[in-house]
């Protein structure tokens, strides 16, 4: 049990310890000598969080090593680490695969001396005064004077219609990560996967190499994979300009325009990376929300795209039958003789189809409300922190302070990853997730630092902004 009495040392609490948490610990370290750095977090290994920790050498970044070091300012740190540790013939254009790149954050993040780990799960967070009180799942209590939330991503949200038998019968898989999800599995058993985003990849991969060799069967809404990445030239400037009208159509017509005019259309999305999230806070409320209903979809299968190696993959199993699309609206899964029994709603009207095991794959939840989080319901019920805009994530500044249900930013309170989802569109990728630790650290030191009167941006060093470097 932890039991802390008011720091001695200006305390900073970090809530998490995946990438978000660990990269922050390490630039507030560089920047902050004299600062107490805790870094709370209930799994053993720091810096791997849930995408790196995979067991999978088959998941693969989706970036290339030129494009992914996790410091801002040397974008070939993660080549040269690759090459030294890990692949001597890497090279810019290499994917990774994901789990090489959770031992080179580790490896970073160990750069950094004097953070404490508590492995430990915080239940609770009180503010009283000028101190934050962290409350444990073991009854300890950690004091500090910010807290910095990096608590990464949390499981689907519940799907419609799920039978209560055939959850406990290990027919229908909630989380896709879990070691329970491809036990007792016969190889050529069908298997049926709702949702075709990353995750959905990332499953079929997973199950091939545990030897799973039947069919299996995608369902989801829109009925497609993600693209591929393939070598483009880079675009000279941003394929919407700055002073475009903010207006769903306006961003659509400038971006086909730009692909019209001869550029390759991955080159017009990836010229879009320093600038997405500025565009984004430009739209209105209404925009935003025009976005969500019709644009999300098909921002996320050109933006996120699969390595060439996995792509190569899923484009062989469709060809060959053992991978399908089934473009439909999940109806209800329920118990079934020899596993589940899926329905779904098609442009043809109502239909079902027998399966052996029914897995999750809709992504994390972003109703922070409602995720299995007892400090986040504890945040939500005091006040302390509130929803984004369009109901999910958190409410936060452009630089992560947490806004109350007040709307009043908060001093002590921070967030960065995929929380910041509330308010900006991209904030999962490592790009952006690399940036906005550079940026909660530094409004930090200069608190620290006493420099109290100065605003979050002057805090900030110079030309740094909300975006990340361009990738």
């Not at 990353?198 to 991969?205: E, R």
């Amino acid at each position: 049990m932890h039991t802390v009495s008011a720091p001695a040392l200006k305390t900073v609490a970090i809530i998490g310890g995946g990438v978000s948490g660990a990269l922050t610990a390490f630039h507030l370290r560089k920047d902050s000598k004299d600062v107490r750095i805790m870094v709370i977090d209930p799994r053993p290994e720091l810096g791997l969080g849930l995408a790196y920790s995979t067991p999978c050498l088959r998941h693969l970044l989706n970036v290339p090593a030129g494009k992914i070091s996790a410091l801002p300012t040397e974008p070939g740190h993660f080549l040269a680490w690759l090459r030294e540790n890990f692949d001597p013939n890497a090279t810019e254009a290499t994917f990774a695969p994901r789990a090489i790149f959770g031992r080179y954050i580790r490896a970073v993040f160990s750069e950094a001396p004097d953070i404490e780990q508590i492995q430990a799960e915080v239940m609770d967070l009180r503010v009283n005064g000028d101190t934050v009180t962290l409350k444990l799942e073991d009854g300890g209590v950690l004091i500090a004077n910010y807290a910095v939330l990096a608590t990464g991503n949390f499981d689907p949200a519940a799907l419609p219609g799920i039978d209560v038998a055939a959850v406990e019968s290990g027919a229908y898989c909630h989380n896709a990560w879990s070691e329970a999800t491809y036990a007792n599995l016969p190889k050529d058993a069908s298997v049926t996967l709702i949702g075709t985003g990353l995750t959905g990849v990332d499953v079929v991969l997973r199950l091939r190499e545990l030897g799973h060799t039947g069919v299996i069967t995608a369902v989801s809404r829109h009925g497609v994979f993600p693209n591929r990445h393939a070598a483009c030239k880079i675009a000279a400037c941003s394929a919407i300009p700055a002073d475009t009208a903010a207006t769903c159509v306006s961003y659509l017509r400038a971006l086909r325009a730009t692909i019209a005019g001869g550029n390759e259309w991955r080159s017009a999305i990836d010229s879009l990376r320093s600038t997405t999230n500025d565009l984004w806070l430009a739209l209105p409320q209404q925009e935003q929300e025009r976005f969500r209903r019709h644009l999300q979809r098909r921002w996320d299968v050109v933006r996120h795209r699969m390595a060439p190696p996995i792509a190569d993959i899923i484009e062989g199993e469709l060809a060959g039958g053992t991978l399908r699309i089934t473009e439909a609206h999940l109806v209800g899964v329920s118990l079934a003789d020899d596993g589940a029994r899926v329905s779904l709603h098609t442009a043809e009207g109502l239909s079902q189809m027998q399966t052996a095991r029914v897995i999750n794959c809709t992504g994390p939840s972003m109703n922070y409300r409602r995720v299995a989080s007892p400090l986040l319901r504890s945040l939500f019920a005091q006040g302390l922190a509130s929803s984004g805009p369009l109901g999910g994530g958190l409410d936060t500044t452009r630089y992560g302070a947490l806004r109350d249900a007040e709307g009043q930013a908060s001093n002590m309170l921070f967030n960065l990853g995929p929380g910041r989802l509330g308010t900006l569109l991209e904030s999962i990728a490592i790009p952006e997730i690399r940036q906005q630790a550079v940026e909660v650290a530094a409004i930090l030191a200069g608190r620290l630092r006493k420099y109290t009167a100065l605003s979050p941006a002057q805090l900030l060093p110079a030309q740094r902004s909300l975006s990340s470097v361009a990738v």
